[in-house]
């Protein structure tokens, strides 16, 4: 078998009305750990068995899931922390000979999660991104600089900041990446103590913003006078954790750790629990992994808010004699809607309301792609013609604004989902802005939402006094995690090498947007092509199981149906580090087929299972 080289909107207005704009329908995602009193997982639990309160308001579950660990599922990212300060020489030959046999633990029997260790010595350092090569994640702890400076050596208050203001650096990075996410911290009793109030509250609340459960594990004082100079009180741990009443997620005190050192709030608010180092340390790192092998996905639409809040969470399980643990808030953002509440906005509104609009055009496409179990994330490509784009002279330069307002509504004209934003272009002389008009703007913007029925209607302006509108329907089937399925299919005519982003490129090892191989796919707004041109396709393929996956593209005549161009059966490569989906990418043969109208079809084999997915598009 050969092997595939993989390279807002307007509600329905009748005559006469003005169409409302209803309340955003948000999704909140939470993720709950439920064990029994000796630590095993509790696996056979429904959606009727949780409940959820936001604000001490209960909500309607809307969406439930099992995750397992199994082949096939989202690979599961734990981050080991190493911050070696204040911890003694044998504390530190003991947590580095743990970590590495937990490392050969963790991808025992096949499994295959994502780790990477970070460290905290003169700074921040991440000594090895995301991978599930055992190895290079052995070498990275080995690699680690051990700490010889006497103890005392920085004020407690000082380097109990850094690590807290470090690890909440780090939290806002792992925000990006899709599930939850485990982040281990080694540390001594001094790590924390002295840190302020606010400090640990800050931490909590980006963990919780970004779904990162916290697992502070803490090497013991040399002795309880030194604890005491630190300012921590006698410290007891009977590695014992008490089963919440009534399946409520309990205030964690796992081992004794008192409640000045803060370890136990910020532990269990966001979902995880702390532990002191002990002989059986390997046992102890062996319970956190498997916590990110077995958990509940569940979700829920929070109560409309045009504002940047967090909310406190509270979940129950109907079942007496387990242990649930669950992020304790969340913080609801709106960083896709840069003219929120603007005059701007309103205007566009208007526009979108109408009925009719008079003005510009321009061509929209919208695939989806699945983020995690519930939602969906919806890649927005326009072209816009330049030639409504209003220029001014400002400081001798030419420039021009354009604003866009997104709106994706579903039937009953609820608000599902909504985007605004800023586009700026400067020109130093008009020869040069009249190159740029030569073309269309070309435009991207991801949003996320829930899978359903909806209308994705996008106005723009430029100048206040020139507008367009263009609307797209959005359908998105709601994805079973134990069956195959395929992304939307984004077509483009150009690639680009990934772009490096950060501390979030390093960690994932690569950008996750339309990448196959190092290349990303420039998305179009349009699905015609030039004959002389080219063009290619990009979507992602979402697999249970390590059942062998193969694939088949052909290209029909849109009138007819006749197969003009087959692909044949090709082989689809896993990679090694799986992201939200098995990504494929491949080119068009457009130079070999006529002017006319098509139809791309692409067909996925997994064992007895099949998923397909077609788009039109023309050649001239």
């Known amino acids: 078998m050969k092997h595939l080289a993989v390279l807002g909107l307007l509600a329905i207005a009748a005559p006469g009305q003005q169409a409302v704009f209803q309340s955003e329908t948000r999704v909140v995602i939470v ?33 439930f899931s099992r995750e397992t660990g199994a082949p096939g599922e989202e690979p599961r990212r734990l981050v080991l922390f190493f911050d070696f300060s204040g911890m003694s020489a044998s504390d530190q030959a003991g947590v580095r000979q743990a970590a590495a046999d937990f490392i050969d633990a963790a991808f025992a029997g096949g499994k295959r999660p994502l780790l990477a260790v970070a460290a905290l010595d003169e700074s921040f350092r991440l000594a090895q991104t995301f991978t599930n090569k055992a190895e290079r994640l052995k070498q990275a702890v080995r690699g680690l600089k051990i700490d010889t400076s006497p103890a005392g050596d920085t004020p407690v208050a000082v380097a109990a900041q850094e690590l807290t203001v470090t690890l909440e650096n780090l939290a806002r990075n792992l925000g990006a990446l899709p599930g939850r996410k485990a982040l281990v911290v080694f540390s001594s009793d001094g790590g924390f103590t002295g840190a302020q109030n606010g400090g640990m509250a800050g931490l909590a609340q980006m963990c919780n913003r970004s779904n990162v459960a916290l697992y502070p594990v803490v090497s013991r004082a040399s002795s309880t006078a030194e604890a005491q100079t630190a300012g921590i009180a006698g410290l007891d741990c ?42 059986d340390l390997l046992v102890q790192l062996k319970k956190i992994a498997a916590e990110q092998n077995e958990y509940y996905v569940l979700s829920y639409s929070p109560p409309a808010s045009r504002s940047e809040a967090c909310h406190s969470l509270r979940l129950k399980v109907d079942r007496k004699s387990v242990v649930l643990r669950a992020r304790s808030s969340y913080c609801s953002q709106r960083p896709q809607d840069l003219l929120a509440e603007s005059r701007v906005e309103r205007d566009l509104e208007k526009h979108a309301a109408a009925p009719q609009i008079a003005g510009a055009a321009a061509a929209i496409e919208a695939p989806f792609f699945y983020a995690v179990p519930g939602v969906a994330r919806v890649h927005v490509s326009l072209e816009i013609p330049t030639g409504m784009l209003k220029f001014e002279n400002q400081r001798g330069k030419l420039q021009t604004e354009i604003n866009l307002l997104g709106i994706a509504s579903a ?123 080219q063009a290619f396709c990009y979507f992602e393929i979402y697999a249970p199981g390590a059942v062998p996956l193969s694939m088949r593209a052909r290209i029909l005549d849109s009138s007819s149906g006749q197969t003009k161009w087959d692909g044949g059966v090709a082989g689809v490569d896993r990679p090694s580090s799986r992201r939200d989906g098995i990504p494929v990418a491949f080119g068009l043969p457009i130079s070999s087929l006529p002017s006319g109208s098509w139809k791309l079809e692409i067909t996925v084999i997994g064992g007895s299972d099949t998923a397909q997915r077609a788009i039109d598009f023309k050649i001239r």
């Open 31 to 63: 993720d709950a750990v439920v064990t029994g009193r000796k630590g095993e997982s509790v696996g056979d639990l429904t959606a009727k068995d949780f409940r959820i309160w936001e604000d001490n308001k209960e909500q309607p579950v809307r969406s």
């Open 238 to 279: 009977d590695q014992r954790r008490p089963a919440p009443r009534n399946g409520l997620a309990p205030k964690l005190q796992p081992c004794s750790v008192p409640d000045d050192n803060g370890l136990n709030a910020l532990a269990g608010a966001t979902g995880g629990y702390s532990t002191f180092t002990t002989n």
């Open 411 to 533: 039937p009953d004209g609820s608000v599902a989902a909504r985007f605004s934003d800023v586009v700026r272009r400067s020109f130093d002389n008009q020869r040069d802005a009249d190159a740029f008009k030569e073309r269309p703007l070309h435009y991207e913007k991801e949003f996320r939402i829930a899978p359903g029925q909806y209308n994705l209607a996008v106005v723009f302006s430029s100048g206040g006094t020139k507008f367009g509108r263009v609307e797209t329907p959005l359908s998105i089937a709601a994805q079973d995690n134990g069956r195959l399925a395929v992304s939307g299919l984004a077509l483009g005519q150009e690639t680009r090498a990934a772009a490096e982003i950060g501390l979030v490129a390093s960690l994932l090892d690569q950008s996750d947007s339309l990448v196959a191989n190092d290349l990303q796919l420039v998305p179009s707004g349009s699905r015609t092509f030039d004959k002389g041109g």
